[in-house]
DNA sequence: ATCGAGTTTCCTGATT
DNA sequence: CAATCAGGAAACTCGA
């Protein structure tokens, strides 16, 4: 897709949403279209960019931190971004912070824009209480971000997007093609009413508050475990049995070859290792209620309470709807000659992280 | 074209 | 008995 035509659409959006009724005070000033040059980062020319948002106090961020730091949540807290309007997102540092708890919730929904007030609140103090604006993150913070940043090139909608907006490298055009068509192939008859493309989504007309949490479409992502777990959208019988996914190939075909497509993503994202999606489970209990614990905190032992579903859930993000608790098993144990995982003997379905494993210490996750 | 990493799948046997 | 653990073997994808 030229970077015209995602103007085109991101103007088409933003036309549909507001033909003509002017918006008071300070969302009137969000609600200008934002033009191309506002929105379009060339790599190695960061105009608009100050630095990475989580290493610059929000008062200073850029429009493009704006943006990075909403992806983040967004795939945080697995909204589905293709209810997001960019032009809600069209604003910078200082206009961020004037914003009050309630234009935040009026904006991005109730519990999604409290989130968004809540991390900025925090980014806040933080920044007011470090006089060091710049400051390096640790290791273990860095290795967070690292992890949880680039899964933004997942999320419906927003990740073609912000790789566009945010990232703009020479071309992109093929891979944003590749994370669309990997979406549209995900989308099985009986749950074809999440989104369409990040296009349709936004030219479509999403009336007052953008997060509408009566909306099914709130329900569902691809990294929505809890909400779309595709129970019966297993498509029996593949009318070929052809080669599928990573592994020895199953003695018995199955899974839904035929909806995904055989041409895939030529990424590997990063961030998508097993214990990475391990780990972020534990470290966002709120968003996976009753997979798993931890049963040591500090020293990193957790226990698996849902190892089916936990198994499904890593299934459905490697687009395997065949992964059994088994399976996920014998991958956590090659994770002991690592030393990513430590054994914990006599204990059923727990686990340890070990020494090289990162981001799930509390002083780097900060829960 | 090749290789290594990181799984995925299957399997057998042991343990809880 | 079912679920889980252990770990070998082979197959596979992806990125380098």
């Not at 191309?36 to 608009?48: G, P, Y």
Request: proline residues 6%.
């Amino acid at each position: 897709m030229a970077s015209s035509e995602l103007c085109q659409i991101l103007n088409n959006a933003n036309a549909n949403l507001y033909p003509s009724d002017p918006q008071p005070n300070l969302l009137n000033m969000m609600l200008r279209v934002p033009q191309l040059s506002e929105l379009t980062f060339n790599n190695n020319n960061n105009i608009n960019t100050t630095g990475p948002w989580h290493q610059v106090n929000p008062q200073s961020w850029s429009r493009q931190n704006v943006l990075e730091w909403i992806g983040y949540h967004v795939e945080d807290s697995r909204v589905d971004a293709s209810l997001l309007n960019m032009a809600y997102c069209n604003m910078d540092g200082p206009m961020l912070c004037g914003m009050s708890r309630d234009d935040l919730m009026a904006l991005f929904g109730a519990v999604f824009g409290d989130k968004l007030h809540h991390s900025l609140e925090n980014l806040r103090a933080r920044y007011a209480s470090d006089l060091q604006e710049n400051a390096v993150l640790s290791e273990s913070e860095f290795d967070l971000l690292d992890n949880l940043l680039f899964p933004f090139m997942s999320v419906p909608g927003l990740g073609p997007l912000l790789e566009t907006v945010v990232v703009q490298p020479t071309d992109r055009s093929e891979v944003e093609y590749s994370y669309l068509s990997e979406y549209r192939n995900q989308l099985t008859p009986e749950s074809d009413h999440g989104y369409d493309s990040l296009s349709e989504s936004l030219q479509s007309s999403h009336n007052g508050s953008l997060m509408n949490p009566s909306s099914p479409e709130c329900s569902g992502s691809d990294s929505d475990p809890e909400y779309s777990v595709p129970k019966d959208s297993v498509k029996p019988e593949p009318v070929q049995a052809k080669k599928r996914g990573r592994g020895r190939p199953p003695k018995q075909a199955k899974g839904f070859d035929h909806i995904i497509e055989s041409k895939k993503s030529k990424h590997a994202p990063r961030g998508t290792h097993l214990w990475e999606f391990i780990r972020d489970i534990l470290i966002h209990p709120e968003q996976h209620q009753g997979l798993m614990k931890w049963e040591d905190r500090r020293d990193g032992v957790f226990k698996f309470l849902k190892s089916e579903a936990v198994a499904q859930l890593w299934g459905q993000k490697k687009k395997n709807s065949s992964m059994t608790y088994e399976k996920l098993s014998r991958a956590m144990r090659y994770y002991y000659k690592r030393d990513i995982l430590e054994r914990v003997d006599g204990r059923r379905l727990v686990y340890k992280f070990g020494k090289n494993s990162t981001g799930w210490r509390i002083e780097a996750t900060g829960y």
